[in-house]
T-cell receptor, first 111, second 112 residues
Framework: DVKVTQSSRYLVKRTGEKVFLECVQD?????MFWYRQDPGLGLRLIYFSYDVKMKEKGDIPEGYSVSREKKERFSLILESASTNQTSMYLC??????????FGPGTRLTVT | LAKTTQPISMDSYEGQEVNITCSHN???????ITWYQQFPSQGPRFIIQGYKTKVTNEVASLFIPADRKSSTLSLPRVSLSDTAVYYC?????????????FGSGTRLSIRP
């Protein structure tokens, strides 16, 4: 079974802190994704990576950056957390042209 | 951009067939249509994917008309455990982030 793990299920941070969300997949997938999910808005893509050190901005990249130094690991970075970044963050991976496999999500609260 | 539109919610009863439709008027030639299911406190899970006509697997069927401007996820004989949010995704080879667009999801509630 494909496994996508995220470093934390729940996280509470203060405004202005630098926040790291880690995602690891064990199936050697080329593609990895970071989404945020908010009530009524569905899943919105933050960043997409199609190879090591390769990334593309999604719909809502402002306030976020990403890092992919190894194929299995994709990190989402909130440079200076703000309250409007309180959300559920979902990581996913996929082979080329195939379905995505999602992690369990990290519920981030910024106070 | 292949924007997708789904009903916000649907209700049905155990044992019924449920059909959820997704509209995607601007679908591109190389776009596939993929449906996911999400339970509370979990990430979405793949259900089915198709390009045209009909696709069936052990849990669902996907109907795509010739113009491909919409698709219908069909769940046969639903049970209480099918209560979840269902998302359609229209996208191609994931060669570009601009091609990865989820719908807002349909909250399906199944009653006894």
């Amino acid at each position: 079974d494909v496994k996508v793990t995220q470093s934390s299920r729940y996280l509470v941070k203060r405004t202005g802190e630098k926040v790291f969300l880690e995602c690891v997949q064990d199936m050697d997938h080329e593609n990895m994704f970071w989404y945020r999910q908010d009530p009524g808005l569905g899943l919105r893509l933050i960043y997409f990576s199609y190879d090591v050190k390769m990334k593309e901005k999604g719909d809502i990249p402002e306030g976020y950056s990403v890092s992919r130094e190894k194929k299995e690991r994709f990190s989402l970075i909130l440079e200076s957390a703000s309250t409007n970044q309180t959300s559920m963050y979902l990581c996913a991976s996929s082979p080329p042209r195939q379905e995505q496999y999602f992690g369990p999500g990290t519920r981030l609260t910024v106070t | 951009l292949a924007k997708t539109t789904q009903p916000i919610s649907m209700d049905s009863y155990e044992g019924q067939e449920v059909n959820i439709t997704c509209s995607h008027n601007n679908i591109a030639t190389n776009d596939y249509i993929t449906w996911y299911q999400q339970f509370p406190s979990q990430g979405p899970r793949f259900i089915i994917q198709g390009y045209k006509t009909k696709v069936t697997n052990e849990v669902a069927s996907l109907f795509i008309p010739a113009d491909r401007k919409s698709s219908t996820l069909s769940l046969p004989r639903v049970s209480l455990s099918d209560t979840a949010v269902y998302y359609c995704l229209v996208g191609g080879t994931y060669s570009s982030a601009s091609k990865i667009i989820f719908g807002s999801g349909t909250r399906l509630s199944i009653r006894p």
